[in-house]
C-alpha cells in the first residue's frame, strides 16, 4: 500500500528529465534518434491501475459511476499507452504481475478489502435508492497521447470512493495475451515490485510504478524509479524542428541517499511508515537515533530483502507453461499454495472484491457450487512432491454480511486415488447444465449464452435456498444493460451475482487448462468441461459495460421474454 508521503519527502531530491523522445516532422527523424533508448522494466499492477483513472480522468460522463470505464477500454488504452512509450523510444523489457502474495502482506490485503467494504457502504448510504444512468450515456473521448500522459483535471471525486473493477488486473492481462507484448510479460511466484526491483539492480534501466515501496529496494547505484503520474509530454527545440518528448521525475534512490549522507532509503522509509506525522527533518533526525523497536524494524527490512519466496523451490514446469497463457493472478496463488512442499492444511484465496448489495448475502454465493468443483480438481491433483495428502480445507475470503472474513469450504478428507477424490457427479452436474444453455440459445453469441446461465445459475441458487428471487424486470435489464434509469440495488446485486458465476467459470477453465498443460490424466468429465468451455470469452466480451452490452442486444435482437421464461425455469432444479 506503499509508504505515506515518502514520494513528497523525497521530491525535491528527483531530477526533471527527458524519459523519451518523439520527431513530429513528417519522415519522423529527429537528430536525438541516434541516443540510446530508455530502458524501462514495468509494474504490471501499478500499470492496470494507472490507465483505469487516467480513462476516468477524460471522462465526460454526469456522474462517477458512468465514468468507470469499460475492461475493453481499459485493455484498449494499455496496449496504445504500451505502444507510445516505444514511439518515444522507450525499450520495455518487462512487465512483472503478482502471481503470489507472501504471508507478511496478507494484512495488507484484508486492510484493503475492508476499506473497499466501507467505501461501498458509503455509496449505498448516499444512494439508498439506486444510481441514475443517462438514457444516452456519452461516448467515450478518442485516445490520445496527452490523456494517457498529461493529467489536465481530475477524476470523478466520488469515482475513488467506489471500489475499483473487481477484474481490472486479468482485463489488463487478457489485452496483453494476443500482443507482441505478451513475450516480456510474467506472473511471478511472488510480488511484482521485488520482481521490478531485481530485474533492474541485475540487467540497468528505470522502474516505472505506481507503488513507493520501489523507492526502499537496492536497485543498484546507477538505476531510478519513475511514476507513472509523473510522465508528461512536452515540446522540445531540435536541430530538426519541433519534437515531442517524454519528460519525468527521476528518482536515483543510491544517489538520493548518499546526498542524504546515508547508505540507503530504507530506515528513512521506516520511520515515515512507523509514524506518517512526521515531518521530514523529523525522519532524517530518527535515522541518527537508535531503532526503538528492533523486530518491528528487521520485519521492515525483511519485506524489501528481495528474497524470493519460491527461489529455493522447483516449480512445476506446468506452472511455467501456462502462465505463458497468463493464469489470473489470484488462480496462481492458490495453485502456489498447493505446489508448495510446505502446503499448509489450509488454502487460502482471496475472491476480488465485487460491488454488491452489503446488506444481502455476498454475490460469491451463488458460484459456489462452480469453484468448489474446480478448487476439488485442484486440490486433488496438484499435491506437494506427488504426494497422496488429504485435500486441504478451502478458506475463501471475502464479504460476509458487513465484514471481510473466511469462509470454510471442505474437501474429501480421503486418501484415495485421485478419481475416488473427485466428485464427478459434481462435473457432470455443471457439464449438464452448461450444454442447457447452448442447446437452447444455439444462434446467440457466447457472450449472451454465459450470461443467460449465469441468470439462470443464479435464479436457482435463490429458489434452492428458499429465498426471493430477482424480479423478471430486474432479469430482462441485466441482459441488456441499465442505461436510461435507476440502476436500483436490486439490479446492482444481481449484476455482481452475474459477474460471480462468469469468472468462476473463468476460474475453471484457467484451472482445468493449467491440469492439461501438467500433463495429468485428470477425471472423469474433466476433459468434455474443458472443452464446453473453450469459447467462454475474454473479460472484456464477457463483462461488457450497460452502453456496450445494450449496443450488443440490439444488435442480436435478443429474445429477452425468451430468456426470462428460461431463466425463471429453473429446469433441473
Known amino acids: ?137 456519452p461516448q467515450p473521448l478518442p485516445l490520445l497521447s496527452s490523456h494517457l500522459f498529461n493529467s489536465f483535471r481530475s477524476v470523478h471525486g466520488s469515482l475513488r470512493g467506489l471500489p475499483t473493477l473487481p477484474f481490472l488486473v486479468p482485463a489488463v492481462l487478457d489485452a496483453l495475451t494476443p500482443t507482441r507484448y505478451a513475450s516480456i510479460t510474467d506472473i511471478v511466484p511472488g510480488e511484482a515490485d521485488t520482481y521490478c526491483a531485481k530485474a533492474a539492480k541485475d540487467h540497468g534501466g528505470m522502474i516505472l510504478t505506481s507503488d513507493s515501496d520501489m523507492l526502499v529496494y537496492d ?140 446488506s444481502r448475502a455476498s454475490a460469491w454465493y451463488v458460484s459456489s457450487f462452480i469453484r468448489q468443483t474446480l478448487y476439488e480438481i485442484l486440490a486433488s491433483q496438484i499435491p506437494p512432491l506427488h504426494t497422496p495428502l488429504p485435500l486441504p480445507v478451502i478458506m475463501e475470503i471475502s464479504r460476509r454480511g458487513f465484514r471481510i472474513y473466511p469462509s470454510v469450504i471442505s474437501l474429501s478428507t480421503s486418501t484415495a486415488p485421485v478419481a475416488q477424490r473427485v466428485d464427478v457427479d459434481n ?57 436510461g434509469s435507476l440502476v436500483e440495488w436490486e439490479d446492482i446485486h444481481l449484476q455482481a451475482q452475474v459477474e460471480a458465476v462468469l469468472y468462476a467459470l473463468r476460474m475453471v477453465k484457467q484451472g482445468l487448462g493449467y491440469i492439461s498443460a501438467a500433463g495429468k490424466a485428470g477425471v472423469e468429465g474433466q476433459m468434455e468441461l474443458e472443452n464446453i468451455l473453450e469459447d467462454l470469452p475474454p473479460l472484456s466480451g464477457l463483462l461488457p459495460s450497460s452502453m456496450e452490452l445494450r449496443g450488443f442486444a440490439e444488435k442480436e435482437k435478443i429474445d429477452i421474454a425468451q430468456v426470462v421464461s428460461y431463466v425463471t425455469e429453473v429446469p433441473g432444479s
Open 1 to 137: 500500500m506503499g509508504i505515506p508521503r515518502f514520494v513528497g519527502h523525497l521530491h525535491q531530491y528527483s531530477v526533471n528529465a527527458t524519459v523519451g523522445h518523439k520527431s513530429t516532422q513528417p519522415d519522423g527523424k529527429s537528430d536525438r534518434d541516434n541516443a540510446d533508448p530508455t530502458k524501462v522494466v514495468i509494474d504490471g499492477p501499478g500499470l492496470a491501475y494507472h490507465i483505469y483513472y487516467r480513462l476516468a480522468h477524460i471522462s465526460n460522463a454526469p456522474s462517477a459511476v458512468e465514468a468507470i470505464p469499460s475492461y475493453g477500454q481499459i485493455g484498449q488504452a494499455v496496449i496504445a499507452f504500451l505502444s507510445e512509450l516505444e514511439a518515444y523510444h522507450v525499450q520495455i523489457s518487462h512487465i512483472y504481475f503478482d502471481g503470489y502474495l507472501p504471508l507478511h502482506k496478507r494484512h495488507v490485503r484484508l486492510s484493503r478489502l475492508e476499506s473497499y467494504l466501507k467505501d461501498l457502504v458509503k455509496v449505498q448510504n448516499k444512494y439508498p435508492n439506486g444510481v441514475g444512468v443517462a438514457e444516452s450515456p
Open 427 to 483: 462435473i457432470h452436474t455443471l457439464i449438464s447444465r452448461l450444454q442447457m444453455r447452448t442447446t437452447s440459445f444455439r444462434t446467440v453469441s457466447p457472450m449472451f449464452r454465459y450470461r443467460i446461465f449465469a441468470l439462470s445459475e443464479t435464479y436457482r441458487w435463490y429458489i434452492d435456498n428458499l429465498k426471493n428471487p430477482p424480479s423478471r424486470n430486474s432479469i430482462a435489464r441485466t441482459m441488456t444493460g441499465f442505461v
Open 219 to 358: 536497485i543498484g547505484d546507477n538505476n531510478a524509479v519513475i511514476f507513472f503520474s509523473g510522465l508528461e509530454i512536452q515540446e522540445a527545440p531540435d536541430a530538426t524542428g519541433v519534437i515531442s518528448v517524454l519528460r519525468a521525475n527521476i528518482y536515483s534512490t543510491a544517489q538520493i541517499a548518499k546526498r542524504l549522507g546515508l547508505p540507503d532509503l530504507q530506515q528513512l522509509a521506516y520511520h515515515c511508515k512507523v509514524d506518517p506525522t512526521l515531518s521530514f527533518a523529523e525522519a532524517r533526525r530518527k535515522v541518527l537515533q537508535p531503532v526503538q523497536d528492533e523486530p518491528l524494524w528487521r520485519r521492515f527490512q525483511e519485506e524489501y530483502s528481495m528474497t524470493l519466496e519460491f527461489d529455493n523451490v522447483a516449480l512445476p514446469p506446468s506452472w511455467e507453461r501456462q502462465l505463458q497463457g497468463f493464469l489470473d493472478p489470484r488462480l496462481s496463488e492458490f495453485i502456489l499454495q498447493l505446489s508448495s512442499p510446505a502446503r499448509q492444511d489450509e488454502t487460502n484465496i482471496y475472491l476480488p472484491f465485487l460491488m454488491d448489495d452489503p
